[in-house]
């Protein structure tokens, strides 16, 4: 029986692709999920005015607190793809591959945190309400899990490097 090989390469290219085009409909979806906000205000406005509030909407600060997060996530599919490039080109714990989990790690646990205490924190502060408000889920928790895990990983392959680099 022939035995299959597993090439990694073109499974990190695969998944490259994939992680990019995750990206793009992030950005989409960001886009549709602000402009939705907008567009029931005053359900009987045609596109053009809809548009117009949706760029008006943009001047309020709670607009961009509510795009903390998932700014950070789009950071994350973003580092996720050039990790991905760097696997399937072959780099083993390079210093862009570090950097890209670390970058992974860091945007993940950032965005868990906007997501359970600073966008809420924020949003009422810029309400005028104070105090701090907390909005927790089982998914943040576990995307802040994940992403300690891969600072972690990042900081481990650091390590690593450079003991190699001092031994070579």
């Known amino acids: 029986m022939p035995t299959r090989t597993f090439d990694i390469r073109k499974q990190a290219y695969t998944w490259q692709a994939l992680s990019t085009m995750v990206a793009f409909l992030l950005i989409l979806y960001l886009i549709r999920d602000r402009f939705e906000e907008t567009a029931g205000i005053f359900p009987q406005m045609d596109l053009v005015q809809q548009l117009s509030v ?48 670390n970058d992974m790690g860091s945007n993940l646990m950032f965005g868990a945190c906007a997501t359970m205490f600073l966008t809420p924190t924020l949003v009422e502060w810029l309400h005028f ?32 490097r450079q003991e190699i680099d001092e031994i070579v």
């Open 129 to 160: 309400r104070g105090g701090f408000k907390f909005h927790t889920s089982t998914e943040s928790f576990i995307i802040l899990i994940v992403g300690g895990a891969l600072y972690f990983i990042a900081q481990i392959g650091k390590k690593m």
């Open 54 to 101: 949706f760029f008006l909407s943009m001047l309020s600060p709670i607009f961009w607190v509510n795009i903390i997060a998932p700014v950070c996530y789009l950071s994350v599919a973003i580092a996720a793809s050039q990790v991905f490039g760097r696997i399937a080109k072959g780099d083993d714990f390079s210093e862009a591959m570090i950097k890209g989990l």
